[in-house]
């Protein structure tokens, strides 16, 4: 049992490259999210999913894309990098929302 | 949509002393309350949580207390130690297809 696990740990990128940040749960959780957490702030969500198929926005979801094909998996896209999107992108899932989340160990994502 | 606001940012307490850190929130609906703590380089892990049917959870030192009727909750960690300095977040959820809303984070420094 794994828990939630997201890969890749570190990453640079530059202005205008496009990535997927993988994030996987083996813990049959319903509910997915990534959030964002840029230095001395807080947890800021990008997306989430309350299951398969299904997925919204968050409060800051400009410039990323998310999908959810199965249970188990739910990558987050950068379409355009910015330095703006330099940042630490945790994943966290749970049964659902009203239930502890448990999360990634995050992604360390810069932007040059 | 739900709206959850956390005092103090930051908090330096005197090991052996009690911190409280204290959250509101604003959708009469959340019925669900967790705390999350953040080490240094680390993903928020779950420390403590409460519902709406219960008015105070207590866990060895730590003690969370909610107050449906003033929408807010707060943590209560008594005899503080240097492990326990970290980053705080509390969250609030309804539960269904909703999401959870996280609070900004207070910065806990305990003080040998």
């Known amino acids: 049992n794994a828990g939630v696990t997201q890969t890749p740990k570190f990453q640079v990128l530059k202005t205008g490259q496009s990535m997927t940040l993988q994030c996987a749960q083996d813990m049959n959780h319903e509910y997915m999210s990534w959030y964002r957490q840029d230095p001395g702030m807080g947890l800021r969500l990008i997306h989430y999913?309350?299951?398969?198929?299904?997925?919204d926005q968050g409060e800051v979801p400009n410039g990323y894309n998310v999908s959810r094909s199965t249970t188990e998996d739910f990558p987050l896209r950068l379409l355009s990098a910015a330095p703006s999107q330099t940042s630490v992108y945790f994943c966290?899932?749970?049964?659902?929302?009203?239930?502890?989340?448990?999360f990634g160990d995050g992604t360390r994502l810069s932007i040059l | 949509g739900e709206n959850v606001e956390q005092h103090p940012s930051t908090l330096s307490v005197q090991e052996g002393d009690s911190a409280v850190i204290k959250c509101t929130y604003s959708?009469?609906?959340?019925?669900?309350f967790p705390w999350y703590k953040q080490e240094l380089g680390k993903r928020p892990q779950l420390i403590i949580d409460i519902r709406s049917n219960v008015g105070e959870k207590k866990d060895q030192r730590i003690a969370v207390t909610l107050n449906k009727t003033a929408k807010h909750f707060s943590l209560h960690i008594t005899e503080t130690q240097p492990e326990d300095s970290a980053v705080y977040f509390c969250?609030?959820?309804?539960?269904?297809?909703?999401?959870?809303?996280f609070g900004t984070g207070t910065k806990l420094q305990v003080i040998p």
């Open positions: 966290a899932s749970s049964y659902v929302s009203n239930q502890p989340q448990h």
């Open positions: 969250a609030a959820s309804k539960g269904g297809y909703q999401k959870v809303t």
């Open positions: 999913s309350v299951g398969a198929g299904i997925t």
């Open positions: 959708d009469s609906a959340s019925n669900y």
